[in-house]
Each structure stands twice: as structure tokens, then as C-alpha cells.
């Protein structure tokens, strides 16, 4: 898969059926509409791509963080190549796009630079200044343009549309069940593992502790059946999102007790896969009294591991 970070980096390209959109994390939808222009790039004999933007264009308006992201941009790189995308198309959204028109779009962009034949997007997709820009006006520019548009209706689950939006309100509310449905994988968050201060390790779990990547969603705090990936092996364990009330730390820290485990990570890099919510995060009178719910909680993890 060749990827390109900005237009004036494109060259050399062939015909392309294009999938259009923000893909912040990739979710079934988003699958489905990717292996749609894939299989019809294979039948017509031209290239799939992917366009979309490193940067969330919200963010970009307003001037601020305003959305999160859900994924990472080396597992959206590898999740792309999985599914077969030739070219990937990953540009910053910024002054000059912003500021396009949707004509300009359609024509300087995905006709011009991408050699676009065939557009594959969702029924609500929006682009151009102030997002003038709609699948009417795509259908008829390609009517006058001779390029195909495939407009792909939302995909439900239980009745309801799969979004990013949704995504995003489960992790808020650690439903991380339901969200491993939509997204079609169980959502993690990585980080450099740091030292805490070492009484997990006293009462007899130990944990590796990653801080609260500000970028990413994370889930409220409390206590979740996890996987952890470390050097290309995933190990079973429980986490605790939180503050750690009853230890009187107040910075908010992702620590994970990994199960049969017994390496000496600081500074590693290590991924956690949040499985299930098994409860929120509790003030203990003691310490003691943590342990012995912090064994419980590792019986239940456990438990659950075997069974799944």
C-alpha cells in the first residue's frame, strides 16, 4: 500500500475507485464501504483507495480539541493494508481545504490528483467550505464528469446506525462490550509504561502503568477485564482506569495487572485492550480491604478469560 500525507506528494498513480470519509476509527461501517470500492477497483481493473484526513476537520474549525480519536494512526495504516487498499490518501486538513469549495474538491482533488473513476461514500458525506458540498452534488457532477459515485446506506447493528459517534459514547460510558460490536475489534489504548508508586507490587499485584493519552477516548474510571499486548504477545490481565481514591493518588493513570507475568516494562511500550467493565473505581477504608477486592476482581477477570 503506497501512502500519501499530502496532495503535492502524489505521483505516478493509476486510475483509482476512491472510499471517501473521515474513518476516525475505521468500524464496521466503514469496512463494508472499503470493501465495496475494493471489490469494484478488482472488477475494473484500477487501484483502491482510501482519502481521508490525518487531523479530525472539527478540531480543525474549532480551533480546539473538540473530538477524540479512537484509533491510532499506525493501526488505521495496518487495518487499511489488511483490507486490500492500494493507495492511501492521508492529508491534513487544513487552510487551503477548508476553504475549497465543493466543486473545487471534486474536481482539483478527487479528479484531478487522485484520477479518480468511481467514488464509493456514505449517505450523509459532506465536503467542500462549510460542508456545502452533498451526494446530490456528487451525483451530478459525476453525470457531467463520467465518473461512477455509490452511495452506501448505514450499516445497523441491533437496530442501531453504526457511527463513530456511537463508538465514541459507549467508551465514554465503558460499555466496551457493545462497542467491540460496532467497531469490530476490541478498542485500546497504548502508552510508555511508568513507574506508580509501587503498591500494587506491595499487596501482591503488580501492575504496568501507561498515563491517559489525551488525544484518545478513554473509558470512566473503574475496573475492566483487559488484554495486554507487549512485544508482539498478548497476555491476559485486569486494569483499573482512575485516581486510586484509597492510595490518595489524584493522577488519573490506566494500570494494568497482567496475569503470569513477571518482567521488569518501564519504559516499554504496551497496548491495553479493554474487554469488559467489572465495576467502577472504589474508596476502600484501607489497604487491606483494596487487596482483597483487588483479588476478587483478578478471580472474576480470570474466569472470564477461560470461559471467552
Known amino acids: 500500500m503506497r501512502i500519501f500525507k ?14 471517501v470519509g473521515n474513518f476516525d476509527g475505521i468500524h464496521k ?3 463494508e464501504l472499503i470493501r465495496r470500492a475494493v471489490k469494484s477497483a478488482k472488477v475494473s481493473g484500477r487501484k483502491s483507495a482510501v482519502f481521508t484526513f490525518n487531523n479530525h476537520p472539527k478540531n480543525v474549525i474549532a480551533g480546539k480539541r473538540v473530538i477524540k480519536n479512537i484509533m ?37 482533488v478527487l479528479l484531478e490528483k487522485l484520477k479518480m473513476k468511481e467514488i464509493y461514500c456514505g449517505f450523509n458525506y459532506r465536503y467542500g467550505h462549510l460542508a456545502e458540498g452533498d451526494t446530490a ?23 442501531q446506525v453504526v457511527s463513530s459517534t456511537l463508538i465514541r459514547q459507549m467508551i465514554d460510558e465503558g460499555r466496551m462490550d457493545e462497542c467491540r460490536m460496532f467497531l469490530g ?18 499487596i501482591g499485584f503488580p501492575t504496568s502503568n501507561i498515563l491517559i493519552d489525551e488525544s484518545m477516548v478513554t473509558p470512566p474510571n473503574g475496573v475492566y477485564i483487559t488484554h495486554c499486548n ?33 518482567k521488569d516494562i518501564y519504559g516499554r511500550y504496551i497496548k491495553v485492550e479493554f474487554i469488559k467493565k467489572i465495576r467502577a473505581e ?11 477486592q483487588i483479588d476478587h476482581d483478578c478471580q472474576t477477570a480470570r474466569e472470564y478469560h477461560e470461559e471467552s
Open 6 to 19: 499530502s496532495l503535492e506528494d502524489i505521483s505516478n498513480i493509476k486510475e483509482t475507485v476512491v472510499a
Open 29 to 31: 461501517g466503514h469496512q
Open 72 to 108: 491510532y494512526w499506525d493501526d488505521k495504516v495496518e487495518l487499511l493494508r489488511s483490507l486490500g487498499i492500494d493507495y492511501l490518501f492521508s492529508i491534513d486538513f487544513d487552510y487551503e481545504i477548508n476553504h475549497m469549495s465543493a466543486m473545487d474538491f471534486i474536481e482539483k
Open 137 to 159: 452534488l456528487l451525483m451530478k457532477a459525476g453525470r457531467r464528469k463520467g465518473f461512477g459515485i455509490h452511495v452506501i446506506e448505514p450499516v445497523k447493528i441491533n437496530g
Open 185 to 202: 475489534r476490541y478498542y485500546s489504548i497504548g502508552g510508555e509504561v511508568v513507574r506508580g508508586n509501587m503498591i500494587g507490587r506491595t
Open 230 to 262: 507487549y512485544n508482539f504477545k498478548q497476555y491476559k490481565g485486569v486494569t483499573n482506569v482512575g485516581i486510586k481514591p484509597t492510595i490518595g493518588d489524584n493522577k488519573r493513570v490506566i494500570e494494568t495487572h497482567i496475569f503470569d507475568f513477571d
Open 282 to 292: 472504589m474508596k476502600f477504608p484501607n489497604v487491606e480491604a483494596l487487596a482483597r
